[in-house]
């Protein structure tokens, strides 16, 4: 099972007060890059992968898809998701995205937000999306781009041999690191940038689009916090086809 960090008071009570947590798809700096590779979504039948507190399921619904199915390992994200949606179109469970089932050609497109770098088993996933979907529909996700990890405590990441190491060190060993991010100990998952799109390519997808996600000129003088993200890239938005 995947390490469930979400269900534990502090991390969970830190994650709260974020501001994508607090104002949703438009306090995520990203969201219009992401959006810009969306399809028509009139009639569309959507998987959310790591749905959180629901704020894709229900801008999906408000721009035309006809059902999303949101999934996540937190109790707290599906609480909190089904208190704040009242539409029966939009069905939240529980499940670990490690031993994910779906059935066959049973959705139009496949989408996630910043939660398969905590997945061991990318390519398991990555086989169960592709049989889900109907030929010819994306798959759209961004992760956390593996050049950058964010540990509080000054700079750190420790990786699996134990060894200390900065964000950006020993890139070409790839498993779990373990970091301070909200609460202590946050295991996630290093995969080359390679890895990840040699995963999906063996899974059967055709990549479409890969962005190393950096602020824009304007998005930088509105929050000049994002400065920091043109340092290096903090988040990898793809977009793949089955």
């Known amino acids: 099972m995947a390490q469930n960090i ?15 947590s607090v104002h949703g798809l438009a306090g995520a700096a990203e969201w219009p890059a992401i959006r810009a590779l969306l399809p028509d979504l009139a009639g569309k ?27 996540d390992l937190s109790q707290n994200m599906i609480a909190r998701a089904r208190a704040d ?4 179109a939009i069905t939240y469970r529980i499940a670990d995205l490690e031993r994910l089932e779906l059935p066959a050609a049973s959705f139009d497109l ?46 750190w990441a420790i990786d699996a041999s134990g060894r200390k190491t900065w964000p950006v060190d020993r890139y070409a060993v790839e498993g779990p690191r373990t970091t301070d991010w909200l609460a202590e100990g ?16 063996g899974s059967g997808f055709a990549i479409r689009h890969v962005e190393e ?18 340092e290096r890239p903090m988040i990898l938005i793809v977009s793949a086809q089955r």
């Open 6 to 20: 979400y269900d534990q008071p502090d991390f969970f009570a830190g994650y709260s007060r974020l501001g994508r």
């Open 45 to 71: 039948r959507i998987v959310d992968l790591g749905c959180g507190f629901g704020w894709f399921a229900r801008w999906a619904r408000a721009h035309g898809a006809a059902t999303v199915l949101g999934l």
């Open 85 to 88: 949606t009242d539409d029966a």
């Open 110 to 155: 496949a989408y996630s937000s910043l939660v398969f770098h905590y997945l061991e088993d990318f390519g398991r996933l990555a086989r169960t999306v592709h049989r889900a979907l109907v030929p010819g529909a994306p798959f759209v996700f961004t992760i956390e781009h593996p050049i950058y990890m964010a540990p509080t405590r000054p700079g």
């Open 186 to 201: 946050v295991v996630k998952q290093h995969r080359r940038l390679g890895t990840t799109l040699n995963t999906l390519i």
């Open 213 to 230: 996600w950096a602020p824009t000129d304007d998005q930088v003088r509105q929050t000049p916090a994002l400065a920091e993200e043109m």
